[in-house]
Structure formats: C-alpha cells, structure tokens
C-alpha cells in the first residue's frame, strides 16, 4: 500500500468535476479531490475556495496503480503535469470511515526525519463558527512556521476539509502541536485541540503522519521537500 498527495494547476469545469466525483481506477483505494485554500485567509474571500488549484490525497493498492493513473487516466494526466509526493503510512490520530483499514502505528520514525502531516476531517457544520474562531490562528501558526518548508490546506464543500504540511523533522512537528515551539502564538495549537477536545468541530477527523518517500514535479516553480 502507498498514499500521494497531489497538487496541480487545472480549468476550474476540471476541478468542479472531480469535488463532485472523484476518480475512479484500478488499485485506487480512496481519492479525496479538493479545492485548495490559503492558510490564514479571510473567512469570506475568493482564497478560501481556489478551483484553479486542485488537490487530491490518495490510498493505491500499490505504485504501480499510482503509475496506470497518471499515464491513463484523463484525471490523472492533469495531476501527472504538476506536483506529488509518494507517502509512507506510519501513524494516525483519529479515524476516517474510508480509511478505516488504516492501523493507529504502521512503523517507526527518527525524530530529526522529515515528515509530511495530512489532516482530513468531516465538519460538522453547526461548529463552522468555532472551528473558524479557532482554527484559523493554528492555520497562521503552521503557514508561518520555520520547522515548515510548504503547508496548505483545501476543501471540498459542504464539510470536507484537509490540511497538508511537510516538515523539517518530526521534532519541529510535534513542538508545534505541543506548543513548544519558539515562535510567536505557539500556543495557540494547543489551545484549538483542547477547545476540540471540549466539543468536537467534526464527524469524524483524522490527523495522519507519512514518511516522504519521492517527489515528482515542481510546485509554483520549486521543489517542496526538505
């Protein structure tokens, strides 16, 4: 089994089409297709929702299914002209009904090793108001963080939502979420998780940690691992 996390510049009509269905191909597993935001951005604003920008987070059987989808399929050969990285599965908290079959620790990790983080939650969308109030300083903590070297997040309406970062080490990542980290506001993760502790913003949410194990394609004109 392996995951990727892609990232590509697409028509809107392209984007549109695959939040209302996503792909479908032999050896895929799951597929989450989202529209991208920036991090931080206001509420109501044209960034919260980017069509231009697609994203999608995905479980195959194995890379030789990644590889039938990027070279075949219509979808896929629009990912294939942008960015993506292949995952290594080796921790979650929470859990997600389509990832169920996902084991709560799949491996071990150096604590200086870079590491990407990809968070899914399903909102509940009477919290929408709390999960802003709260959510968007960690949005603004994690984009501006220095143990990040790229980190975003993206939706798809009415309740979907996914971060993505990738990070230095697993150090720099689990002092940010402890709030140990030495940067203005570190606290504030902390907070937000003790708020959603208190009553929870989601369904379901699952916070999902994945050794990078290649990068293939450029983002916005540079390579983004470590």
Known sequence: MIHS???ALVPPSVTVRALLRGPRAAGLRHAECLALMRLGAPAVSLERMQLRRLA???????ES???????DDGLGRRLAGGWHV????????????????????????DPEEPIVA??????????????????RPVERLVAGHPGTTYATAAIRPPHTFSTFSIWH????????VHGRSAVPQAHTHAVAMA???????HH???FMRFRPLSEHGTWEGRRLLP
């Open 56 to 62: 999608m987070f995905a479980e195959w059987a194995d």
């Open 195 to 201: 708020e959603q502790h208190r009553r929870d913003f």
């Open 86 to 109: 292949r995952l290594r599965y080796l921790r979650r908290y929470g859990e997600i009904a389509a990832l169920a079959g996902l084991p709560t620790v799949a491996g071990r990790w």
């Open 5 to 7: 996390f892609h990232l």
């Open 169 to 176: 080490s697993v150090r720099a990542m689990t002092d940010m």
């Open 65 to 71: 299914a990644l590889e039938r989808f990027l070279a």
């Open 204 to 206: 379901e949410s699952a």
């Open 118 to 135: 990809v968070t899914l939650a399903r909102l509940k969308l009477p919290e929408l108001p709390r999960f802003l109030t709260w959510g």
